[in-house]
């Protein structure tokens, strides 16, 4: 038997339903805040994300789906969905529309990684880019956007963590303060930490390993190394949410794994979660377009994983039914399948959800089907019904009966639904 590969799934039934709803909901909310889909491939050059997700990330040392095509080409399926973004934004000239651009896209994503609850090979993102405001309104209107996907859902118990990590000159600053730090402590850190605290320190900060979590409570804060203008820009961050009503928790050992981020960086945390507890989250990132080979955009975003979505659902409320009952089902002996095949494609024509025998049943246990299947009406063709074109409908629940003629059947049906 072959499987679906490890750290991949199949979406069918009530899932897939959820899904979908789940989907609806996005796509109403995005056009209420006025954001645009974007539809990017399944894969891109694979220097894309080299340059623009970062050459020391987990994602790309490790993570990566990449291969070579028949033209020696290297490509990789898309790990995350912000640089592919940036390189659409920059290839379609949109810095000439009126900024700032407002993206969102619901996409698959690949990074190998260990698969566990909430984790996998291949997962759906929901994400939204804002291109071309340097206002701090840009960071709390994209904020804002992911809360009340929340609210609209009814997930409860969700936690905003914020934080700001500076421009590249408060980081610089801060880099030093906190390699100096590292540099005092790192026969307590492992070694991971110690790689990063060479390559990427504030990397170091992420570590979820119980012992460097607590040497790493005393490493200095990256909120008073701010300069004035990234300070300035966090206070009026905040100040928008206060006034939306967004509740938030400054967290300053938020960093995000990724190398782009700039000034404000967030996350939206789930009880539900289990370890997997980040239901989303984003910043700005501010020089990724020069990074790419643009010129300077400056830009803010989100990614919320479908995934860890649906699973705060499931958490917190009963799944939704996959099969919609038919309003009719339609039962025929042998000989008249083909008018019972006829009429219920008629009535699907007209927008009635109907059924009927596809598998050659016996009438009883056509009855048996009608019954399990839910609809609220059956009805049967005999020699009879046929030749005089009116049938007995009989309404499930209550056992009534109705003899009609077929023709005004779709009528009596719409008016049912
Ligand atoms: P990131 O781009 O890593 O910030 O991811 C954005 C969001 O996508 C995360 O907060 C998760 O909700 C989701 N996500 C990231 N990686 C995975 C994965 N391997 N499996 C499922 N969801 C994921």
């Not at 006034?243 to 789930?270: C, H, N, Q």
């Not at 016996?362 to 020699?383: E, F, N, P, T, W």
Request: include cysteine; proline fraction near 4%; hydrophobic fraction near 35%.
């Amino acid at each position: 038997m072959i499987q679906a590969p490890k750290g991949t799934f199949d979406i069918f039934g009530n899932k897939a339903v959820s899904y979908r709803n789940l989907e609806g909901i996005i796509h109403d909310l995005c056009v209420r805040f006025g954001v645009t889909e974007l539809r990017t491939p399944t894969f891109e050059y694979t220097e894309l994300f080299h340059r623009g997700v970062g050459e020391t990330t987990d994602v790309v040392q490790k993570e990566m789906y990449t291969f070579s095509d028949a033209g020696d080409r290297s490509l990789t399926l898309r790990p995350e969905g912000t640089a592919p973004a940036c390189r659409a934004y920059l290839e379609h000239g949109m810095g000439s529309l009126p900024q700032p651009v407002k993206l969102y896209y619901i996409s698959s994503f690949y990074r190998a990684e260990k698969p566990q609850k909430g984790r996998y090979r291949q997962f759906q993102s929901f994400g939204t880019e804002y291109f071309g405001s340097t206002d701090p309104a840009a960071d709390a209107e994209i904020i804002a956007l992911g809360w009340e996907l929340f609210r609209l859902l009814g997930i409860t118990g969700v936690e905003l963590r914020i934080n700001s990590i500076g421009d590249r000159e408060c980081r610089l600053k801060y880099n030093t303060e906190l390699r100096e730090f590292i540099g005092s402590q790192l026969d307590r850190l492992c070694p991971v930490c110690k790689e990063r605290a060479a390559t990427n320190p504030l990397r170091v900060l992420d570590c979820k390993e119980e012992g460097c979590k607590r040497v790493l409570n005393d490493a200095p804060d990256i909120l008073s190394t701010l300069g004035p203008d990234c300070k300035a820009h966090f206070g009026k961050v905040l100040g928008f949410l206060k006034a939306m009503g967004i509740p938030y928790t400054v967290d300053s050992r938020i960093v995000r794994g990724l190398d782009y981020y700039t000034k404000t960086v967030f996350e939206y945390i789930s009880s539900d979660l289990g370890s997997q507890s980040a239901l989303g989250g984003g910043g700005r990132y501010d020089h990724l377009m020069e990074t790419i080979g643009g010129p300077s955009v400056p830009a803010v975003g989100f990614g919320i994983g479908i995934e860890r979505l649906l699973i705060a659902l499931e958490a917190q409320q009963a799944e939704q039914a996959a099969q919609i009952p038919p309003v009719v089902f339609i039962g025929a002996i042998p000989s008249q399948t083909n008018f019972a095949a006829g009429l219920t494609h008629k009535l699907r024509q007209s927008g009635i959800s109907a059924q009927w025998d596809i598998s050659g049943r016996s009438l009883k246990a056509q009855m048996k089907a009608a019954d399990k299947s839910g609809a609220r009406y059956s009805l049967v063709i005999g020699d009879d019904e046929a030749a005089s074109n009116s049938a007995t409908l009989k309404e499930m629940a209550t056992g009534e009966q109705t003899t009609m003629i077929l023709d005004k059947l779709t009528e009596f049906l719409t008016r049912k639904v």
